[in-house]
């Protein structure tokens, strides 16, 4: 894999988590029941603390092929705007959003529980096949990484299946709104499946965790008594940084104290 | 070159000082987060692992590993953080588990239910460490931080804690 589609791939992985890590986290002190409000904020945990494994190591690599003054070196991905040592804070919090590259499926809004629960369904699920592949990589670091997020990421899909089940066939009300949440998000789902160009470039074909994710749907949705979808159009554009118009308000909140007072820590 | 006179094994009984700020009955050696000391004349290399990825007490258990190795003389400190192999519950010393119980938190059981997919398995079999019955149930499956899971006893009716497997 060449330097610039290494640092993009490791940016992917790492918006993917820190974005649905910031969706999920809404739900602080707002979850419908004390237990479930900690169970996804303890989610967001999880999925904060992957992103910033990954943002460690895209800083690093990002300083490592800046080249030495005078030799005239091509801007690194990303890397230009933050200016000077790019650390895994100047990352997540002075890049634009066409800079982030993170799926469409994880910046969709929280909605209803049930939306919230299948969105996190659809990408755990997703990630769970993706991290599997990854422990074996090559490449050390992004190896470790999802060795360790691996058994993290275990629990929020058995999590998340049990409560699509739970809702998929519950009472009447939770069964309709888990229709119009799999209505609201199938057709974000089509993207994670499709390489974008620094994708291609890696040892894993996405392209080939399609079949074993649609099985764990239709696995889960036949016990939810939730109808499968069925082929529909597909919105695509995140990982290439065209995202939906609700991406450029979590940056506003999630940016907001270092873009107002730069460079301030407590 | 001052060469600070201290061995390993003083060293990770000085370490033993060193708490999990959200569980404060273990030592960061009881937990299994210190994975090797390299000692080089007056340098200092400390390789930690997390439990979770994103645990929140990672930073102040550097900031306190640091603060101990200045007290003992060490000039250049290293810290270094290592993810692979990934943390596990059994790494946590049998004397934690002792400690664990006397805190009122259920030590991790020795089965790994985390790696299990499968859908509302039943219950681990948890102790409760008030009145040490197996009559217990789990009320969720994410506790009061990551590594916990809530759990209630149906004998003594208390709620507790299980340091969940992982």
Redesign the interface.
């Given at each position: 894999m060449n330097q610039d589609s290494l640092i993009n791939y490791v940016l992917h992985l790492a918006d993917n988590a820190l974005i649905l890590g910031q969706r999920n986290s809404e739900w602080c002190g707002h979850g419908p029941i004390l237990?479930?409000d900690?169970?996804i904020t303890?989610?967001s945990?999880?999925?904060?603390?992957?992103a910033?494994?990954f943002y460690q190591y895209a800083a690093q690599l990002i300083n490592e092929s800046k080249k030495p003054e005078g030799s005239k070196a091509a801007p690194s991905p990303s890397g230009e705007r933050v200016g000077g040592e790019v650390t895994e804070d100047s990352l997540a919090y002075l890049r634009t959003e066409r800079e982030f590259k993170n799926c469409l499926l994880v910046e969709q809004p929280n909605g209803d529980w049930a939306q919230t629960i299948l969105r996190q369904f659809l990408f755990s699920n997703c990630q769970y096949l993706l991290y599997q592949q990854l422990q074996t990589s090559e490449d050390?670091q992004l190896?470790?990484?999802a060795?360790?997020?691996?058994?993290?990421v275990?629990?929020h899909?058995?999590?998340s299946?049990?409560w699509v089940?739970r809702l998929g066939d519950g009472t009447e009300e939770s069964h309709q709104r888990m229709l119009r949440a799999i209505d609201e998000l199938w057709k974000y789902t089509g993207e994670l499946f499709v390489a974008a160009d620094y994708e291609k470039e890696s040892a894993i074909d996405i392209s080939k965790l399609k079949d074993p994710w649609l099985d764990k749907v239709k696995e889960i949705f036949n016990?939810a008594t939730l109808a499968f979808p069925g082929k529909t159009f597909m919105q695509e554009g995140g990982k290439q940084g065209r995202h939906t118009e609700y991406m450029g308000y979590i940056l506003t909140e999630l940016q907001y104290l270092q873009r107002a007072y730069p460079g301030s820590e407590w | 070159m001052t060469t600070v006179t201290i061995d390993k094994k003083t060293l990770y009984a000085c370490l033993e000082e060193i708490k999990d700020p959200e569980v404060p009955v273990l030592s960061i050696i009881d937990l299994g987060i210190v994975r090797d000391i390299v000692i080089n004349g007056d340098g200092i290399e400390v390789i930690i692992t997390p439990t979770y990825s994103g645990c929140p007490a990672m930073d102040t258990i550097t900031m306190n590993i640091r603060i101990l190795l200045s007290t003992l003389g060490f000039k250049k400190q290293k810290i270094t953080q290592v993810l692979s192999p990934a943390w596990t519950t059994d790494w946590m010393s049998e004397k934690g588990k002792r400690k664990l119980k006397q805190y009122g938190i259920a030590p991790p059981n020795p089965i790994q239910q985390v790696c299990s997919n499968k859908l509302f398995a039943a219950d681990e079999a948890v102790q409760c460490p008030q009145c040490n019955s197996y009559h217990t149930r789990r009320i969720s499956e994410f506790g009061s931080t990551a590594c916990k899971a809530l759990y209630k006893c149906d004998d003594c009716k208390e709620p507790f804690d299980y340091f969940k497997c992982h």
């Open positions: 237990e479930q900690i169970a303890n989610i945990l999880d999925l904060v603390g992957q910033r494994n050390k190896a470790a990484i060795e360790k997020s691996l058994k993290e275990t629990y899909l058995r999590w299946s049990e089940i016990e | -």
